[in-house]
Nanobody, 128 residues
Framework: VQLVESGGGLVQAGGSLRLSCAAS????????IAWFRQAPGKEREGVSG????????IYADSVKGRFTIYFDNAKKTVYLQMNILKPEDTAVHFC??????????????????????WGQGTQVTVSS
């Protein structure tokens, strides 16, 4: 499995960014793609996830109503549209894949150890 992220950058508070994750190499159909983020000195946290099979989604409470995750099947790419960005959103954002259904991922709280493959990360910086 290969995951290649793009789309990070510097934006002012209240602005928007869209992250992209090009996914390839899956040998199963039922998997979950998620975005995590890690700020300096903090643990990696799940931001949002999407099921490859039925498109169901989950979001961390801190981003609900501001972020939207969606899948472009033709491009085999997962996007994270981030609106109304806040300085506390500043972090390295990672795309990750779990070879298990969304229901399992969600039940366990979208935790990093459940994900098998990771992208290289892209920096998002939100200035106040």
């Amino acid at each position: 499995v290969q995951l290649v992220e793009s789309g990070g950058g510097l934006v002012q508070a209240g602005g928007s960014l869209r992250l992209s994750c090009a996914a390839s190499g899956f040998l199963v159909d039922d998997y979950t793609i998620a975005w995590f983020r890690q700020a300096p000195g903090k643990e990696r946290e799940g931001v949002s996830g999407i099921s490859r099979t039925d498109g169901s989604t989950i979001y961390a409470d801190s981003v609900k109503g501001r972020f939207t995750i969606y899948f472009d099947n033709a491009k085999k790419t997962v996007y994270l549209q981030m609106n109304i960005l806040k300085p506390e959103d500043t972090a390295v954002h990672f795309c990750a894949a779990a070879l298990r259904p969304m229901a399992v991922v969600a039940e366990r709280g979208m935790i990093a150890p459940d994900f098998d493959s990771w992208g290289q990360g892209t920096q998002v910086t939100v200035s106040s």
